[in-house]
């Protein structure tokens, strides 16, 4: 892979890493589900025949076919967009931590879903190995390691890589500075 398409990797990854520790946990989990749904929604149109734009708001429409993330998720693993490892992971992240921010409206915070995201993460190998070098190379413990702070580097590669997903394999390597 040419230093190029590195750089360019690594300064997108510290884009949004700095967007996600703006935020508040709830803004943090929101933000990050936003931008997923989003990328998806992107990929998908780019594999769909040419259609009139009307066409695509029955898709991708506020109350399209493919307007929640949940039945974006199936349609990208049926249309090997994704992989079923993937699926995985985002419909964990789904379930276990954006929905009880997006659903919930008493004070939460990732701390308190711990295990929940630690079990999301596991469910996603590649980052999940690529966090845990990581937070190795910064000296820290992964058991010791703050929530917020694994959510972070977690979701900025995910957001990364889909932002780098029709140009690059995935999950080039990063460093967290």
């Known amino acids: 892979m040419n230093s190029e398409k590195e750089e360019l990797y690594q300064s997108t990854f510290d884009f949004y890493f ?29 594999r769909f025949p040419q259609q009139e734009e009307s066409d695509k708001d029955h898709i991708f429409g ?5 307007s929640g993330f949940d039945s974006k998720l199936k349609f990208a693993y049926r249309f090997h967009i994704l992989t079923k ?17 997006a659903h919930n409206f008493t004070v939460m915070n ?19 190995s690529e966090v845990k070098s990581l937070i190795s190379k910064k000296g820290m413990q992964f058991n010791e390691t703050p ?27 990063v460093q967290i500075k």
Do not use: C, W
């Open 85 to 101: 490892e993937e699926i995985s992971f985002f419909d964990g992240f789904r379930k276990n931590i954006r929905n009880p921010f």
């Open 147 to 173: 929530t917020r702070y694994l959510f972070n580097i977690t979701m900025a590669l995910i957001m990364t890589d889909l932002s780098f997903f029709e140009m690059t394999p995935k999950f080039f390597k």
């Open 62 to 66: 506020s109350h399209g076919v493919l």
């Open 110 to 128: 990732l701390a308190s879903l711990r295990d929940k995201f630690i079990g999301v993460l596991q469910s996603l190998s590649p980052i999940n």
């Open 18 to 46: 700095k967007i996600l520790e703006s935020e508040g946990d709830r803004g943090a989990v929101l933000t990050a589900s936003a931008f997923i749904e989003h990328e998806l929604s992107k990929i998908m149109r780019q």
